[in-house]
C-alpha cells in the first residue's frame, strides 16, 4: 500500500529519507537513486546500476572463431574476421572439432 512520509532537505541539497521509506525500498546509504522531474513535484525512486562489458575488436574476433560448429563456419567466422581488418591467425582461440567422415557399411 503506498504511503507518504516526511523527509528534510540539509546542507548542500542532502536529502533526508524517513527510515521507514527507506527499509522498504532498500535504500541503504550509498544507494544509487533516479530524480525525475514530474509535473507535481519530483518523483524520487530506487536505480538499479547493471555493469556492462565493452569488447574490442579481437575479443569479439575470438568470440566468433571459438563459437563455429563446423569446418564450413569456421571458414564463414574467419571471412568475418577478415572483414572486421583483422587476421584470423593471429588471433587466439580454439578451433572447433573435425568431425571424422562416415564410414560406409561394409558388406559381407
Do not use: C, W
Not at 48 to 70: H, Q
Amino acid at each position: 500500500m503506498p504511503g507518504s512520509a516526511t523527509g528534510r532537505v540539509g546542507k548542500r541539497g542532502t536529502l533526508v529519507i524517513p527510515a521507514s521509506l527507506r527499509r522498504r525500498f532498500g535504500l541503504d546509504e550509498g544507494a544509487l537513486i533516479i530524480a525525475e522531474e514530474r509535473p507535481e513535484g519530483i518523483l524520487i525512486r530506487p536505480a538499479v546500476a547493471i555493469a556492462t562489458e565493452t569488447y574490442t575488436p579481437e575479443r569479439k574476433a575470438a568470440f566468433l572463431l571459438e563459437n563455429a560448429v563446423d569446418a564450413k563456419d569456421y571458414a564463414a567466422a574467419k571471412d568475418a574476421v577478415r572483414r572486421m581488418g583483422l587476421d584470423p591467425s593471429r588471433i587466439p582461440h580454439g578451433r572447433p572439432p573435425r568431425r571424422r567422415p562416415k564410414q560406409k557399411a561394409r558388406s559381407k
